[in-house]
């Protein structure tokens, strides 16, 4: 998934070792099922068959599902429906290819499309799942949160207090012993061996979306992978991050990126709206912390 993914569990060496080795495999199955950077993905197969009917795996019909109802409550603020506009900005290759070689110099033009992801329909009887012919879905940040998530539950059949954390994309359950809740550092956008606050949270997820990771040139321009659907460019932000605690980590993927994309002006309104609720803190450029209205009550002061 091109990050960072961090295992850890309170256990018997065996019991947690072999916890481990369960989730590492289903993230690693998860990935290759997941990512846009690979023909013979599902993801893959499932844009080829754009304009037909697609037999499903439950992961991905579970993920598109939530996708498809994320996308309704966030008023198309969360759009998996983006993948052209993300290949314009030049991110076409996974990050480290990016990293490594850069973006190309020439965008990649975007072909209108007829269609939105609202459009898109489900069989839940038959599990087929149907795309629009000129639709083509990413589904890189709520898969990365829906994979955290599942593959915490996996390390939780063999220890009680464990947390998974994949690039940003945190799920926890139980408690570490003696302690009331999991303290979890805020990352200083700026940089990222930095915190600037510390936040004690309750089991369930917590996400980080920020415009200061992920960044390339492109023909002189500065680009991010965080794409505002309303215009199908690069974010314009006054935000630089956004951590959302929410009780499921696809959500919370869903909302810290809606959230940051928005920034300050709308942010708290379109919080209010989700439902179950959720808890954000955001870091502006000038570290100074926003939050929503009880955000302080998870801040360790």
């Not at 190309?104 to 459009?119: E, G, K, M, N």
């Not at 990352?187 to 369930?204: I, R, T």
């Not at 919370?252 to 002006?265: H, M, N």
């Amino acid at each position: 998934m091109n990050t960072d993914i961090q295992l850890g569990a309170e256990g018997s060496d065996e019991a947690v070792e072999t916890g481990f080795s369960q989730a590492r495999a289903f993230i690693e199955a998860s990935e290759k099922r997941f990512t846009r950077f690979s023909d013979q993905s599902e993801l893959a197969e499932l844009n080829r068959s754009a304009g037909k009917w697609f037999e499903a795996s439950a992961e991905m019909f579970d993920v598109i599902s939530q996708a498809v109802t994320l996308h309704l409550q966030t008023q198309g603020l969360f759009d998996p429906a983006i993948l052209a506009a993300l290949e314009h900005a030049g991110y076409d290759r996974s990050y480290d290819e990016i990293r490594k070689h850069g973006a190309f110099f020439a965008p990649v033009p975007i072909q209108p499309s007829l269609h939105r992801f609202s459009d898109v329909r489900l069989d839940s009887v038959r599990r087929r799942i149907w795309l629009p012919p000129d639709l083509r879905v990413d589904l890189g940040g709520i898969a990365k949160g829906w994979i955290a998530e599942r593959a915490a539950l996996l390390l939780s059949a063999w220890a009680k207090a464990c947390a998974v954390d994949a690039g940003g994309d945190a799920f926890f359950i139980g408690l570490p012993a003696d302690e009331p809740f999991w303290r979890v550092g805020l990352e200083d956008p700026f940089d990222p061996q930095q915190v600037v606050a510390v936040l004690k949270v309750q089991p369930g997820a917590i996400v980080t979306s920020s415009v200061a990771r992920r960044r390339w040139q492109q023909a002189g321009k500065t680009q991010h992978h965080l794409i505002d659907p309303r215009t199908q460019q690069p974010a314009e932000t006054d935000w630089l991050s956004v951590t959302v605690i929410a009780p499921h980590a696809a959500e919370a993927e869903v909302y810290a990126k809606s959230l940051l994309i928005v920034g300050s002006r709308q942010a708290a309104q379109i919080a209010d709206r989700a439902e179950p609720k959720i808890e954000f803190i955001a870091v502006d450029r000038q570290k100074k912390l926003w939050g929503s209205k009880h955000s302080l009550e998870v801040l360790d002061v």
